[in-house]
């Protein structure tokens, strides 16, 4: 049995860490292409080009075109290409980090990722998630490392939208009981393994650390702070997870949010917040004990994450739809079936209907 633990080569984080980035570049290359939105670009364009100006590496900015498909990344590689770079450098949201690790992967170059947001556990992954240049959701490339840098600047990402963290919370939530349940079932990971004593207690780690700090830091935020307990969430919501949920594995709550993704409805919510109903899904499957259901529902409406359908922007509840959210996550090729048991369309159906009304009991409406 073959233990694998999957990390960034190095992982940074800090108030003003933006202007490190020449710094860390000109360990990994001479040359730097730097993917960024044009926003991104007025935001954070300068104090980037300022870092690199004592460095022995210089750097030349790309827009980004919105969407992580083939084209983009053919578009991109090719300029790595003509301009002679040697490092790529994604900063932004996870359709630009994707995309700049895909290019990295073709171009044989290193790869640093900065993002500034921290509403998902993505960025540490050695994973691109693939569109069509419509938007629609193609394939998974699974790369061969993992980013050799990951670099976010907590000013930035506490100046992001609240409601943006907060899905990082829900996308979080997920890690330590999906890694609880692939750990008991002794399924593989996704990065090609069983998983590891030191992977397992960083997913515990994360999950007490959202426990403790995540209310905190939601407060924090609203009113503009950058706190120690935002630090942590920050942490918690990007290495924490990201090496749990890579390293120990997916599960119930994943697998849920991909049903969800069959109804329209709920394409407006953010990853994140449709993994947070998805990990009450499975603990309802698990059937936890009550004490352990009713403190994760109610964190989850401490800080702000749907606990029903109707928040997840199901207005119009039907057996159909519901049917259609199981049929999808109970397919055979997803992550409900790394659960220490026998999950079918009929369980999921009914865990979904009984996490629904616990949400409704603890709202109270
Ligand atoms: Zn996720």
Do not use: W
């Not at 670009?41 to 460095?55: C, W």
């Not at 240049?133 to 976010?152: A, R, T, W």
């Not at 749990?244 to 599960?251: D, K, T």
């Not at 603990?283 to 109610?298: A, K, R």
Request: hydrophobic share 40%; with cysteine.
């Amino acid at each position: 049995m073959t233990k694998i633990l999957f990390s960034p080569g190095k992982y940074i984080q800090g108030p003003g860490e933006i202007n490190n980035v020449g710094k860390y570049a000109a360990g990994l290359g001479k040359k730097a292409l730097i993917l960024i939105s044009a926003g991104g670009f007025r935001r954070n364009g300068q104090d980037i080009l300022d870092g690199f100006e004592t460095e022995d590496c210089t750097c030349e900015f790309e827009m980004f075109n919105g969407e992580c498909s083939y084209n983009e990344i053919k578009r991109i590689s090719a300029l790595v290409e003509e301009k002679q770079c040697d490092l790529i450098i994604g900063v932004g949201g996870g359709k630009i980090f994707d995309t700049a690790k895909a290019v990295a992967y073709y171009e044989k170059t290193p790869v640093m990722i900065c993002p500034t947001i921290a509403s998902t556990d993505a960025p540490c992954s050695a994973l691109s998630v693939i569109y069509t240049d419509e938007g629609v959701f193609e394939e998974y490339l699974f790369l061969p490392s993992n980013p050799n840098i990951v670099l976010l600047d907590t000013e930035i990402i506490a100046k992001s939208p609240v409601r943006l963290t907060m899905a990082g919370i829900g996308d979080a939530l997920a890690t330590y009981f999906e890694a609880r349940a692939c750990v008991e079932s002794e399924a593989t990971t996704c990065a090609n393994g069983k998983a590891t004593s030191a992977a397992y207690a960083l997913a515990k780690l994360c999950f007490d650390t959202l426990m403790e700090e995540g209310y905190k830091a939601k407060v924090a935020l609203e009113a503009g702070a950058l706190t120690p307990a935002v630090e942590k969430i920050v942490e918690a919501n990007t290495l924490l997870s990201g090496i749990g949920f890579e390293s120990c594995g997916l599960a119930g709550a994943h697998a849920i949010h991909n049903g969800l993704t069959v109804l329209e409805e709920c394409h407006s919510l953010y990853h994140g917040e449709k993994v947070a109903f998805g990990t009450i899904v499975q603990l309802v499957l698990e059937n936890v004990p009550l004490e352990e259901l009713e403190d994760i529902i109610e964190f989850c409406i401490c800080v702000g994450l749907p606990v029903t359908l109707e928040q997840l922007g199901v207005t119009e509840i039907t057996e159909e739809k519901i049917r259609a959210v199981a049929k999808a996550a109970a397919a055979e090729t997803d992550t409900l079936h790394n659960m220490p048991f026998e999950v079918t369309e009929e369980s999921t159906y009914n865990a979904i209907l009984a996490a629904n009304a616990y949400g409704h009991q603890y709202l109270g409406k």
